[in-house]
């Protein structure tokens, strides 16, 4: 199974970037997908989940509100809107997949990892 996201960049605070995550390899729409940051000297965080099935999401207190996870199956696309960026938002984000259910915020739950790309917003 491979990842890849996509859609980082430099913005200022306010301003909103949309990730994509691109799954080959694997029945994407059976996968729950997740979205986890690390930021500079941190461990690295749950951000939100998206289930397989039933259409349940997932939010860390900090982005509800403010981010967007949203899948497309027929594109093997999972995405992250991020509206209302914040300084502290500056990070590198991952995507991950999971063929389990389970504690969706938990980072070992995950088989499967994208490489990260960096958000980095300016105040």
């Known amino acids: 199974v491979q990842l890849q996201a996509s859609g980082g960049g430099l913005v200022q605070a306010g301003d909103s970037l949309r990730l994509s995550c691109a799954v080959s390899?694997?029945?994407?729409?059976?996968?729950?997908m997740g979205w986890f940051h690390q930021a500079a000297g941190k461990g690295r965080e749950f951000v939100a989940a998206s289930r397989w099935s039933g259409g349940y999401t997932y939010y860390a207190d900090s982005v509800k509100g403010r981010f967007t996870i949203s899948r497309d199956n027929a594109k093997n696309t999972v995405y992250l809107q991020m509206n209302s960026l914040k300084p502290e938002d500056t990070a590198v984000y991952y995507c991950a997949a999971s063929q389990y259910s389970g504690s969706h915020q938990y980072a070992g739950l995950y088989e499967y990892w994208g490489r990260g790309t960096q958000v980095t917003v300016s105040s």
């Open positions: 390899g694997h029945s994407f729409s059976s996968l729950n």
